[in-house]
């Protein structure tokens, strides 16, 4: 129930309808419940709404500190 | 992305995953909250990697299917029994939770009433629209995940004054139960994963309790199989440093204020109730209902529902005690053998995240 997706907004309109890309499919979304999107932002999507906004910088970080602990040697 | 789910890394986070669970003292027993959690965990066999470094992970109430009590789908029948002209809309799995008076798909509907699959609730509103002479009911399930386009869904029915449309709410949220786990003490706990989407509406302020109140570690987990690791270490590393906390190791997605908008909605549409929870039993102000302002699309004010809190389950399921975390399914006596994917006894083995079917499909012994 609550999985949810990662995808791309490919068109936004002034009602806050608009589509995204999922895994090369388009599918409809509202985006109602975020403050600011644009097209090629991505964005987690459930039961047809864009509820949170991906942030590119922050996912830079976890993947370091994941290659960070995943090296760290044994002590 | 393929990076949270290369084996290198994967192997890398269970190595200093398992000199931490050293430090701690193995078993180190923690609790995924949420059942898409337990999906990732048995999907990709992090199970028995995690249990050989020192870490036993338990599924905890993170379902909204499976603990929402038959009575809600016994009220939903019942109208649809009643009322010859209802189309009733629901999320799929709801549609085979199983009760005394069978499932909203096996069910002997009157004649004429309809049940509708749905991804989204906003499909529900343009049924609504297209059916002027009859009534839609949405059956909405959810978490605070779901909640907000819900609550959105029945603001936008108020806006146009959709006359036809009425929403049942089995709406949870999540703290609560949490709070309810470790004051029973029934299961030992050192640490939990926290929801992903839920806290991605909620924030992480709510879950703080748990550290302040019960001393207990914890982080926001996200769903590739690195983000569930990262998240088990850090929890490890808090227990380690004696500094309970809520982390936050799903920053892409998760800000610590949640989405304030959503949250904002909810509050406008929604308020608190006191719920019953499947095995959980009554928890205070666990559960949202519809506002009064907006009751006019509250079906269980519009078609005078009872919601019986008394209805039983059926003999034998012990789904009650899967979602309490103290009994992990396949030590339940009817898994696997009376109770299937293809028959199920129970909503734990009909929700594609109820802890019993992603056992079946992933971990059967």
């Given amino acids: 129930m609550c999985l949810a997706v990662p995808a791309k907004i490919v068109s936004l309109d002034e009602s806050r309808q608009g589509e995204v890309d999922y895994l090369g499919t388009r599918v409809k979304a509202n985006f109602m419940l975020l403050e600011e999107a644009k097209p090629g932002d991505w964005v987690i999507v459930h039961a047809g709404f864009a509820i949170s906004r991906m942030d590119e910088e922050e996912a830079q970080e976890t993947l370091s500190l994941l290659r960070e602990l995943a090296s760290a040697q044994d002590p | ?365």
């Avoid at chain 2, 929700?351 to 012994?365: D, F, I």
Wanted: positive net charge; glycine residues 10%; aromatic residues 6%.
């Fill in chain 2, 1 to 365: 992305m393929k990076e949270f789910r290369d084996r290198k890394v994967l192997a890398g986070l269970l190595r200093s995953i398992g000199r931490r669970a050293e430090q701690v003292g193995p078993p180190v027993r923690m609790m995924e909250v949420c059942g898409t959690h337990t999906m990732t965990i048995h999907r990709f066999g992090l199970q028995p990697l995690l249990e050989k470094a020192g870490v036993v992970m338990t599924s905890g109430p993170g379902c909204p299917v499976c603990i929402t009590p038959d009575a809600y789908h016994e009220a939903a029948i019942g109208l649809m029994t009643r009322r010859p002209d209802t189309i009733l809309a629901t999320f799929g799995d709801m549609t085979r939770v199983p009760t005394r008076q069978g499932s909203l798909q096996t069910a002997i509907p009157a004649q004429g009433s309809r049940l509708k699959i749905v991804y989204s609730p906003q499909e529900v509103l343009e049924t609504a629209r297209q059916n002027p002479g009859r009534e839609v009911v949405f059956f909405g399930v959810g978490f605070e995940t779901t909640i907000p386009s819900i609550a959105l869904t029945v603001k936008q029915a108020a806006q146009e004054q959709l006359s036809n449309f009425s929403v049942l709410s089995a709406l949870w949220i999540i703290p609560p139960p949490l709070r309810a786990i470790l004051e029973s003490g029934e299961v030992r706990l050192q640490g939990f994963l926290y929801p992903g989407h839920v806290s991605a509406i909620i924030g992480l302020r709510p879950y703080a309790f748990v550290a302040e109140e019960f001393g207990l570690a914890g982080a926001v987990a996200g769903f590739e199989p690195a983000d569930i690791l990262l998240a088990v270490s850090s929890v490890l590393d808090q227990i380690i440093r004696k500094k309970p906390a809520v982390a936050n190791e799903y920053s892409r997605v998760v800000r610590e204020e949640g989405n304030p908008r959503a949250r904002a909605l909810m509050e406008e549409v929604l308020e608190l109730k006191d719920a019953h929870w499947r095995g959980l039993g009554l928890i205070p102000k666990s559960g949202l209902k519809i506002k009064d302002s907006f009751g006019a699309w509250d079906a269980e004010k519009k078609h005078g529902l009872k919601l019986d809190p008394g209805s039983a389950e059926l003999p034998g399921c012990r789904c009650g005690e899967v979602l309490r975390g103290v009994l992990a399914p396949p030590l339940c006596g009817l898994f696997g053998r009376k109770c299937r994917p293809e028959s199920p006894l129970g909503p734990c083995m009909v929700s594609l995240e109820g802890a019993c079917l992603v056992y079946y499909k992933y971990s059967r012994p």
